[in-house]
């Protein structure tokens, strides 16, 4: 499967984002999907994820009551953000697992992944 995220961009601090990953999978519905994000210098760390159904969604304690996962029925999946700090601050990207059968948080449990897209939050 094919992912492309877009809708970063440079924000002041406060600011909301909200960006988009598109998948090209007609099996879509079969991927747990996640949000990872890595910083200048720094490993990428896992943002937040959401279960194949869209039940279950999981957030980092970092961004946990600003930021919210949620996916469409038919291939995109989306992270919205709010509250932004420039901590924030990373090249941001989904991720798709198939074989897991549960949410994982962490990159190694992730089979396919997007471009990145770049979020810059200044104060």
């Known amino acids: 499967v094919q992912l492309q995220a877009f809708g970063g961009g440079l924000v002041q601090a406060g600011d909301s984002l909200r960006l988009s990953c598109v998948a090209s999978?007609?099996?879509?519905?079969?991927?747990?999907m996640g949000w990872f994000r890595q910083a200048p210098g720094k490993e990428r760390e896992f943002v937040s994820a959401?279960?194949?159904?869209?039940?279950?969604t999981y957030y980092a304690d970092s961004v946990k009551g600003r930021f919210t996962i949620s996916r469409d029925a038919k291939n995109t999946v989306y992270l919205q953000m709010n509250s932004l700090k420039p901590e924030d601050t990373a090249v941001y990207y989904c991720?798709?697992?198939?074989?897991?059968?549960?949410?994982?948080?962490?990159?190694?449990?992730?089979?396919?992944w997007g471009q990145g897209t770049l979020v810059t939050v200044s104060s």
């Open positions: 999978a007609r099996t879509f519905r079969t991927y747990e």
């Open positions: 991720a798709a697992d198939s074989k897991n059968g549960m949410v994982v948080v962490t990159p190694s449990g992730y089979d396919y």
């Open positions: 959401i279960s194949r159904g869209g039940g279950r």
